[in-house]
């Protein structure tokens, strides 16, 4: 087919919905309202995936931490990777919270508690747990 970005869908869309004689008059209405919907998708998970690292870096996290590879803690797509089709979002919040030591090596993580809300500790884990 054609590859087209989600800011270039939104275009098509409202390209068509306005413009009786559009060029993308020979997609069907039902074509375009999913292209909409799969558009808002996009950008929305792209909001998520910002706001996960903001926090991440927010928190301090990124101070010993990757999203690819190792820096002095695991990177956050081997955690992702170790935890896969695991309920644990629970679990690693306090990980995080109390520190721990053991499970990715020698060194320790320290205690993260307080810096950062509840509610930011629960968006940081499920960024690091879809990546």
Not at 50 to 76: E, I, M, T
Not at 80 to 92: C, F, G, H, I, R
């Amino acid at each position: 087919m054609f590859e087209v970005g989600f800011s270039e869908i939104i275009v098509i869309v409202l390209d068509f919905m306005m413009n009786t004689q559009s060029k993308y008059a020979w997609l069907p209405m039902s074509s375009l309202t999913s292209l909409l919907f799969i558009a808002a998708l996009g950008l929305a998970s792209q909001a998520a995936w910002a706001d996960g690292a903001a926090l991440a870096d927010k928190g301090g996290c990124l101070a010993c931490h990757n999203v690819d590879s190792r820096k002095v803690g695991p990177a956050f797509k081997d955690v992702a990777a170790k935890y896969k089709d695991q309920d644990v979002q629970a679990t690693l919040i306090e990980k995080i919270k109390t520190g721990g030591r053991g499970n990715w090596g020698v060194l320790p993580m320290p205690p993260n508690a307080g810096k950062l809300s509840e509610e930011e500790f629960k968006e940081v884990v499920q960024w690091i747990t879809a990546l």
